[in-house]
Structures are given as structure tokens and as C-alpha cells.
Nanobody
């Protein structure tokens, strides 16, 4: 799998929505599950959500369940994270990555990390 590039971050107010995109290069993207992680200042990078290679199955961290939706368009080599009802505690740099181990939430099982996109939620 080639490079991943995240985009779509920004500064929003609590309660707002934002959609992140992760564009992948390479011809094997559709063979991998994909996931989103986030890292707040001074904290460990944590799992947010993941989607199967086909896009038919997803799972989420409890902290975002019901507010965030992950999806993918394999024809565009892109994974999305739709974030709604944002809270100040969602403020972090958001990263995407791929894995062959669908079902894992472990950072070590993901690879080809992008550079991240900053999401800041003001109260």
C-alpha cells in the first residue's frame, strides 16, 4: 500500500460537523481494511474507527459511537470520517492507516500512516 494523505480538518464549534478524507495512492488499497486514529496533545494515539476492505463492516471506539461514521469509496481510493455532534474532547490530530487485520484497534497492527489533519473543537 502506498501513501495516505488526510484532509478536511479545521476549527469548529461544539455541536458542529466535519468530514475528514484520507486519499490513498497505490493499486492495492481495496485489499486493506482502513482505520482512523487520533492523538491529542500529551496523550497516546488512540483508535477511533475502522472499516473492512469491502466497506461492508465497521466498528468504533465507544467515545465516538453514534456520532462518527466511517465509509470508503474504493473507486476513489478514499476513506472518510463523518464527525457529528463534535465535542471539545474530540480535539486532536486525526490519522488514517491501513491494516490486514480487520477487527484490530491496536496501533501496531496498522501501517502506512498519513501525516494527520488537525481538528479543533471550541466550546
Amino acid at each position: 500500500q502506498g501513501q495516505l494523505v488526510e484532509s478536511g480538518g479545521g476549527l469548529v464549534q461544539a455541536g458542529d460537523s466535519l468530514r475528514l478524507s484520507c486519499a490513498a495512492s497505490g493499486r492495492t488499497f481495496s485489499s486493506y481494511a482502513a482505520g482512523w486514529f487520533r492523538q491529542a496533545p500529551g496523550k497516546e494515539r488512540e483508535f477511533v474507527s475502522a472499516i473492512s476492505a469491502s466497506g461492508t463492516s465497521t466498528y468504533y471506539a465507544d467515545s465516538v459511537k453514534g456520532r462518527f461514521t466511517i465509509s470508503r469509496d474504493n473507486a476513489k481510493n478514499t476513506v472518510y470520517l463523518q464527525m457529528s455532534s463534535l465535542k471539545p474532547e474530540d480535539t486532536a490530530v486525526y490519522y488514517c492507516a491501513v491494516t490486514l487485520l480487520y477487527g484490530s484497534a491496536r496501533r501496531a497492527d496498522f501501517r502506512s500512516w498519513g501525516q494527520g489533519t488537525q481538528v479543533t473543537v471550541s466550546s
